[in-house]
Each structure stands twice: as structure tokens, then as C-alpha cells.
T-cell receptor, first 111, second 112 residues
Framework: DSGVTQTPKHLITATGQRVTLRCSPR?????VYWYQQSLDQGLQFLIQ???????AKGNILERFSAQQFPDLHSELNLSSLELGDSALYFC??????????FGSGTRLTVV | DQQVKQNSPSLSVQEGRISILNCDYT??????FLWYKKYPAEGPTFLIS?????DKNEDGRFTVFLNKSAKHLSLHIVPSQPGDSAVYFC???????????FGTGTSLTVIP
């Protein structure tokens, strides 16, 4: 157990729908990072939050949004889903620059 | 634009031999590099890191080498064990950024 909790583990939904992925960072970590891993792709950075505020944005589509709540958990909202959004979505947290601690991911399948 | 590249999608090695996983990067501002290991149905786990002020970092059976002039790093695993079979990602960052850039991963299979 890495200490980073992601729910749900699996999600199957139809095109056009909206889903919310949830992440609780490791205790004491203020930063949350969201990454997407598509087939044959590396981990693509989506967005970072630090203590409730957006800190950095990567290749995140306008249909996607995220937030971090006062208790530091974060949610990634994906809307108007397309088949190409099917991927593994990872959340990571860290205290220092030394590296991330990843959750076990949410596998999203859009049918 | 993939700033970190792992050109070998897969690698098979006999148990006890050396595994060498390679990674290339394009951004000369990158100054911190990490390797992650990922088992199926799990998130990536941190394995080893290296700062650009060094050219080698060793941790047990794992050694990372950095060649800044070639913008190349490699991970050596000696001796390889079946439990090392996993996908290995390299990642890089600069001190001006808040994110790590990941390669596409190399799937290592260690054959008993």
C-alpha cells in the first residue's frame, strides 16, 4: 500500500457521459498530480494541485477538470467522454522533489 | 512532443544476467532523473534517481548511469531476478518545473 488511494479501480461508461475519479494523497503530502496512461503511451501529465490551488497544467483537455479540497483529496472530472479517453488514470503525491508516490490507478473504459 | 524516450518497448534477459534499460531525453534543462517500476494492476513505484551533478548512482542491484552530453541514461540491474519482471519507466524534470516527463516504458522479462 503506497498510501495514495484512488477510487474507483475500474470504471466502464458510455461515450458522452461524465465521470469523477477520486484521489486521497499520502498523509502529510500537500501536492496531488494527475497522470494519464493510454495504450502505448507513457505517463502524460495532466495537472497538479498544491494545498488546494492549481500549480501546474499539462496536456489536459478542456473537457477535463480537477480540484483539490480542504482535506487535500482531489477529484478529476472527465466529461463528454470519447472512446479515446479510455486509459489508466494515476494520481500521485509527493512532499519533496525526490519523486512521486503513485496510487494504483483507475482504469477507465469508454464504450 | 515526447521529451523522454524509451525506444525499446520490451527486453528479455536470462536470470542472473545483466539487464540494461535505456532512456534518452531532448530537453537540456532536465537535471533530475528517476526510474520507476510498474507491476500489472499497480501504480508505478520509485526505484532509483540521479541528479545531473552525478554520472552514476547505485542502490544494491540497481545502478543508474547518466551521460549528459549524450542526453542518455541507463538502468543496469545485476544480477537480474524473475521478480524484476515489470515495466520500467524513466522520468525527468528540471528545477524550473513542477512535473516529471515520463518515457513510454520498457517491459522487462527475466527468464528463470
Amino acid at each position: 500500500d503506497s498510501g495514495v488511494t484512488q477510487t474507483p479501480k475500474h470504471l466502464i461508461t458510455a461515450t458522452g457521459q461524465r465521470v469523477t475519479l477520486r484521489c486521497s494523497p499520502r498523509s502529510g503530502d500537500l501536492s496531488v498530480y494527475w497522470y494519464q496512461q493510454s495504450l502505448d503511451q507513457g505517463l502524460q501529465f495532466l495537472i497538479q494541485y498544491y494545498n488546494g490551488e492549481e500549480r501546474a497544467k499539462g496536456n489536459i483537455l478542456e473537457r477535463f477538470s480537477a480540484q483539490q479540497f480542504p482535506d487535500l483529496h482531489s477529484e478529476l472530472n472527465l466529461s463528454s467522454l470519447e472512446l479515446g479517453d479510455s486509459a489508466l488514470y494515476f494520481c500521485a503525491s509527493s512532499v519533496v522533489r525526490g519523486g512521486y508516490t503513485f496510487g494504483s490507478g483507475t482504469r477507465l473504459t469508454v464504450v | 512532443d515526447q521529451q523522454v524516450k524509451q525506444n525499446s518497448p520490451s527486453l528479455s534477459v536470462q536470470e542472473g544476467r545483466i539487464s540494461i534499460l535505456n532512456c534518452d531525453y531532448t530537453n537540456s534543462m532536465f537535471d533530475y532523473f528517476l526510474w520507476y517500476k510498474k507491476y500489472p494492476a499497480e501504480g508505478p513505484t520509485f526505484l532509483i534517481s540521479i541528479s545531473s551533478i552525478k554520472d552514476k548512482n547505485e542502490d544494491g542491484r540497481f545502478t543508474v548511469f547518466l551521460n549528459k552530453s549524450a542526453k542518455h541514461l541507463s538502468l543496469h540491474i545485476v544480477p537480474s531476478q524473475p521478480g524484476d519482471s515489470a515495466v520500467y519507466f524513466c522520468a525527468a524534470s528540471s528545477n524550473t518545473g513542477n512535473q516529471f516527463y515520463f518515457g513510454t516504458g520498457t517491459s522487462l522479462t527475466v527468464i528463470p
